[in-house]
């Protein structure tokens, strides 16, 4: 990617969203395979806007659920989706009715077995997905493509439970699926040319933007989120509240801080009563009934206009847990803690071929994240700010966890200068 004009932001973004269409080593002439008809396991939240958008596209969706009472709910949400729409005149009633005519609901997975790509789309349990990929394997059609949505998990271990590994790819869908833009392509070790040519091509067709990614946990966006976040709930133990945290990151530029969208999203996500995580804070909020904006409480409480409020007894579960007095840490030092993380993980993740470029990140984070499109992206946004303040926070931060120990690169650049957006490890490795 040329990146002589990168002061200028929009310039940037622009290459960027250009260079993340392009496979480095993809050949040009490769086959795709036709898709026309697609499949998906699963009508919860998830598995139904991954539906919609194939739909929406005109190609015919076959949707398979455990119970018909999970199918009726989920195409209810589907139908109701779609005539929000209408209602708002972004199309006609006939154009409701035509796109629900390409559902077919079903409640056994054989009905995908004519299917030319089926997307699994349950929660994240590597069993389950597991069992998937075993019954895959025997029902679907030769040349069918098999993809997985999973936001995290390995899929070459998902892809091993099949006799047909070039066939496996990951597709990560962002949630709301029918509104986000952002599409994970996720190449396991042995997934094929032609699977990922035909499915960066059907990003295209279905408005998405997409970046061809690796295996590696969390793939390229969570892995850097899960960075984040681990030092946001390390900050509570430094006497840092949810809503200063916040506060530093809405200023930055987000639309909404880690905590709080932890609250709308849910704190008993992957979460059960009784259960222990590495989240403790987390763990007692939830033990409380506190689990988040559905409840009227998590880190906040809420009004029934469902605004957040700073909570005390939030605090005290807090102070309780951590045993931290209020620190006085200024809204700089906290933004550096969550921010420059991020661009470490960042620099990792290109050093072990897991993104094609760094520009891919920057794209990943912008339309997967909310990253504030004036700060471009964290590698254009580390280049602003340089990679010597980067390697002093980072080098404070590793010395507390070795998690967090700097990257090589990052330690280069402090030492003989060069860009973030320029950093180049030959691309995508698998």
Known sequence: MNTQHTDDVGSYIAEAYSATWHVTGLPEDVARRPIRSVGVIGAGTMGGGIAMNFASAGIPVTIVETTQEALDRGLSVVRGNYQRSADKGRFSQAEVEARMARFDGRLTMDALANCDLIIEAVFEDMELKRRIFTDLDRLAKPGAILATNTSALDIDEIAAMTKRPADVI????????????????????????????????????????????????????????????????????????????????????????????????????????????????????CELGRRGQKTGAGFYDYDDARNAVPSELAAKVIRDVTGAEPSGIGEGEILETLIFPMINEAVK??????????????????????????????????????????????????????????????????????????????????
């Open 170 to 285: 990951g597709l990560h869908f962002f949630s709301p699926a029918n509104v986000m833009k952002l599409l994970e392509i996720v190449r396991a070790k042995h997934t094929s040319d032609d699977v990922v040519a035909t499915c960066m091509a059907l990003a295209r067709d279905i408005d998405k933007i997409a970046s061809l990614v690796g295996v590696c946990p969390g793939f390229v966006g969570n892995r850097i989120h899960f960075a984040r976040k681990k030092q946001a709930y390390k900050l509570l133990y430094k006497g840092v509240m949810p809503w200063e945290a916040d506060a530093a990151l809405t200023k930055f530029g987000f639309k909404m801080g880690l905590f709080r969208a932890s609250d709308l999203a849910g704190l008993d996500i992957g979460w059960q009563k009784g259960a222990v995580t590495e989240y403790p804070v987390r763990d007692a909020l």
């Open 349 to 430: 993740i290109l050093e072990e071929n897991k993104a094609q470029r760094a520009s891919d990140i920057d794209v990943i984070w912008l339309n997967g994240y909310g990253w504030p499109a004036d700060k471009g992206g964290p590698m254009y946004y580390a280049d602003a700010v340089g990679a010597a303040a980067v390697l002093d926070r980072m080098e404070a931060l590793g010395a507390e966890d070795a998690e967090f120990e700097a990257a090589e690169t990052l330690r280069r650049l402090a030492k003989d200068g060069g860009r973030f957006v320029d950093l180049d490890f030959g691309g995508l490795k698998v």
